[in-house]
């Protein structure tokens, strides 16, 4: 008997042991710093759907392609359908209504007590959300921003180095000259606003050289991982592009938007990114023919500096890719690349800005027009602004060698996410930890779930849950396969549309009616998000931001 008693005693020694250990096993999912990759956000602006050849587009982008070809390419990602409204759920994993961007950014009511009115239209990134910049840093990230912020302008506790970023260079409020940005829509380096002297100057030459030194600077640790957040401006208006870019360009676009819309409804089908019953979504440009041969050469023209901007991007997203491998850390950088709206048919049907100005390093407000919008968004309906699918629809290409199982190269992932899910897949590599609080503020939990998963599984599913969006009363829902939209025109709300995604991602038969109780449960799953975010109906939200303060 008192073998076996010892014997139990020893047995519930090392059981306490055990238990002691796995108490003492952080509940974090902590990677060793050897372990934890570096991780670059890419984020073009303005860019259609189709515009990059991994999408089915004719612009050059061998370097998008070498990404999509050798990581994952996924096919129904979506943004926030606006600028800093996607900037704003990219940044932090939450709604942009959460975040204080529930319209745009804005000038504060009263500019003595920093007043911008309704909460979740203020105008400015909140305190009660984290950046993925702060999140990375508290887990021993470098971190690391050039490009576009558009979160904030006025208060520079919004500004980059107030939210988490070691380094930052760029442009703070939402657009620039590309040759010569000059205050108040300049480039920014750390907290103060510099001059441009440089004839050679380019915002996105100039966007990833410093993302380069920053990342090569002999004052830091190179143990330490590293975050980039490198946000292109291209190809955002003013559409300005070099010579050289515009050049590859010349007469490619001579048989107008008819003929591009129909080469790529034709390559993306080939490409096996659409499906065989899905219809090409209609246009109301004009028909090319009907032009005269001085608005063709115009339009054409534009047409080509835009497609230059997209190809000078690339090369510089190229340069980026050469030096991960020169510096041996191109296996262990998970690379994400997605864009932050769909394509721009600001400045009317045929562009906004003067042709005079064209191929010009003068002008600011510069657009291509509504008509190549559409032609950028095949095979989707609306716009930038709009939350069908032309609106809210992107891109995103992940690289990471070490990351993405090896049978997985060159795969196409068909679930649904969001850029919200961004926030999540980053802390889930970094093994990172989300807070309840942050410099003693109560944190918004994010709204995203990582997309790791997908990384080894094509079988699994991002969400299980909907998706909404809300832009200028604009609205919608993603649940599964359905998709539930409405539009605001005319200055009144729309009826809600219904759509099989499956069969109809272009959102040519709305089943509305067919489906009605399905349309009325969805309707109020929006309704109860946006009374549980205060999303405010349009027309008074609107009348709030237009009474109290000036868009930037």
């Not at 359905?482 to 539009?487: A, D, G, S, T």
Request: charged share 25%; proline share 5%; net charge neutral.
């Amino acid at each position: 008997m008192g073998k076996r008693k010892m014997v139990i005693r020893l047995g519930l020694f090392f059981l306490v042991l055990c238990c002691l250990s796995c108490l003492s096993k952080p509940k974090t999912n902590q990677k060793t710093p050897g372990e934890r990759p570096n991780i670059i956000l890419i984020l073009s602006d303005d860019m259609g759907y189709s515009d990059i050849a991994s999408y089915g587009g004719e612009i050059k982008t061998p370097n998008l392609s070498y990404l999509s070809d050798n990581g994952l390419k996924y096919t129904q990602f979506y943004n926030f359908a606006r600028c800093c409204p996607t900037r704003a759920a990219l940044m932090t994993g939450c709604y942009p209504h959460q975040t204080g961007i529930g319209h745009m950014t804005n000038t504060p009511v009263d500019s003595t007590s920093h007043d911008y009115g309704t909460p979740e239209y203020q105008g400015k990134l909140n305190f009660n959300t984290v950046t993925i910049a702060e999140v990375l840093k508290e887990a021993g990230y470098r971190t690391y921003m050039t490009g576009k912020w558009h979160l904030g302008y006025h208060d520079r506790e919004t500004w980059p180095q107030q939210r988490g970023f070691d380094k930052f260079y760029g442009l703070i409020p939402g657009a620039s000259n590309f040759f010569k940005p000059t205050y108040p829509r300049g480039i920014s380096s750390g907290n103060d606003t510099i001059s441009i002297n440089d004839p050679d100057f380019y915002t996105t030459d100039a966007f990833t050289d410093m993302a380069i030194s920053f990342i090569d600077s002999p004052a830091t640790d190179k143990e330490e991982p590293f975050f980039l957040y490198l946000a292109y401006t291209a190809p955002h208006w003013p559409i300005q592009a070099p010579k050289e870019n515009i050049d590859t360009y010349r007469d490619r676009y001579d048989q107008g938007w008819e003929k591009l819309r129909e080469q790529r409804f034709s390559k993306m089908m080939e490409m096996g990114l659409l499906d065989t019953e899905w219809e090409l979504s209609p246009s109301d440009a004009p028909q090319w023919d009907s032009l005269s041969l001085d608005k063709k050469n115009e339009m054409s023209l534009r047409r080509e500096i835009y497609a230059g901007m997209v190809d000078r991007m690339d090369e510089n997203i190229g340069k980026l890719i050469e030096y991960l491998k020169a510096t041996d850390r191109l296996d262990n950088t998970l690379i994400l690349f997605t864009n932050d709206n769909g394509a721009c048919a600001e400045g009317g049907m045929f562009g906004g800005g003067p042709a005079s100005q064209l191929e010009t390093e003068e002008g600011y407000f510069l657009t291509y027009g509504k008509a190549w919008a559409n032609a950028s968004n095949t095979p989707f309906r609306e716009y930038k602004h709009w939350v069908h699918e032309g609106g809210i629809a992107t891109p995103l290409i992940v690289h990471w060698p070490k990351g993405i199982k090896k049978d997985r190269k060159g795969k196409t992932v068909r679930q649904p996410g969001s850029v919200q899910d961004l926030m999540a897949t980053c802390i889930d590599v970094a093994g990172a930890k989300y807070p309840e609080h942050y410099n003693g503020n109560t944190i918004v939990p994010h709204s995203g779930k990582s997309i790791v998963p997908t990384f080894t599984d094509n079988s699994t599913v991002i969400h299980h849950g909907p998706l909404f969006w809300e832009h200028e009363g604009n609205k919608a829902v993603r649940l599964g396969k359905f998709k539930l939209v409405q539009k605001w025109q005319h200055n009144k709300t729309q009826k809600w549309e219904l759509y099989d995604m499956e069969k109809d991602r272009t959102e040519m038969n709305d089943i509305a009616l067919q489906h009605s109780g399905l349309r009325d449960s969805m309707a109020l799953l929006y309704a109860e998000w946006a009374k549980k975010i205060n999303v405010l109906p349009w027309d008074e939200a609107y009348g709030i931001w237009k009474s109290k303060s000036k868009n930037q």
